[in-house]
């Protein structure tokens, strides 16, 4: 079975811009999740998905979106990037028990 | 979700068992308690979980104290390779239920 596949695995971007990351789940896992971390603040929780709804929402700015198909793959959508969303965003995906994480999209600001 | 509090940090041998506790002290009846580890720049990887038994898989044992506020992992046989860092968590075992990550301990398996 294959794993949550997160593109791409590293970014650089420029403040000011925006930046969209994908995340495959496993197969026939509905649920998707994603998560920022940094080493000051650590993982935290950003938004999940289930059924292409949005379920749940961590404590994070507007400029952070994200949407899921009805393939269950997910995107996540950063605005107007700030030096300070440079961090390691991960996705995981679940059939409704544990997670299974994808290995990160490294996003640096410039 | 209760709060968890792990050491920062535990060394450990080579071959030696490597036990890393949590205390989760306002965990609720219906709170599970489940371990992930980070190894460097990858995502999570789920470990174990359990409610109020102790439970065993392939890489390690849970340990669960009978009033639940406190437990422990246990990798009995720990390789440079479980060098990562530990997350205690404690979560409703509900769909849509996120994680909440503590700061972890980080172990540091020598040889």
């Known amino acids: 079975k294959a794993g949550v596949t997160q593109t791409p695995r590293y970014l650089i971007k420029t403040r000011g811009q925006q930046v969209t990351l994908s995340c495959s789940p496993i197969s026939g896992h509905r649920s998707v999740s994603w998560y920022q971390q940094t080493p000051g603040q650590g993982l935290q929780f950003l938004f999940e998905?289930?059924?292409?709804?949005?379920?749940n929402k961590g404590n994070f700015p507007g400029r952070f979106s994200g949407r899921q198909f009805s393939n269950s793959r997910s995107e996540m959508n950063v605005s107007t990037l700030e030096l300070g969303d440079s961090a390691l965003y991960l996705c995981a995906s679940s059939d409704g028990g544990g997670y299974t994480f994808g290995s990160g999209t490294r996003l640096t600001v410039v | 979700d209760a709060k968890t509090t792990q050491p920062p940090s535990m060394d450990c041998a080579e071959g030696r068992a490597a036990n890393l506790p949590c205390n989760h002290s306002t965990i609720s009846g219906n709170e599970y308690v489940y371990w992930y580890r980070q190894i460097h720049s990858q995502g999570p990887q789920y470990i174990i979980h359990?409610?109020?038994n102790n439970e065993t898989n392939e890489m390690a044992s849970l340990i669960i104290t009978e009033d639940r506020k406190s437990s422990t992992l246990i990798l009995p046989h720990a390789t440079l390779r479980d060098t990562a860092v530990y997350y205690c968590i404690v979560r409703v075992n509900n769909a849509g239920n996120m994680l909440t990550f503590g700061g972890g301990t980080r172990l540091m398996v020598k040889p």
């Open positions: 359990g409610l109020k």
């Open positions: 998905y289930f059924s292409e709804t949005q379920r």
